[in-house]
């Protein structure tokens, strides 16, 4: 390989990362299930979470 080649393969790989980080991402955030039950709480009153006994 020669070392033309080898440094527009060095860059063309670098620009296919920074292009990736700039993408929009196809997964939402992860939300932990402690934070979606206060989630629900919150949107529903009603519908409280008891851990009294």
Request: without cysteine.
């Amino acid at each position: 390989m020669n070392r033309r080649k080898k440094i527009n393969q060095l860059l063309k790989a670098n620009a296919k990362k920074a292009s990736a980080k700039l993408a929009p991402k196809s997964k939402d955030k992860y939300i932990s299930k402690a934070d979606r039950l206060k989630m629900a709480a919150e949107a529903d009153p009603d519908l409280t979470v008891s851990t009294e006994q």
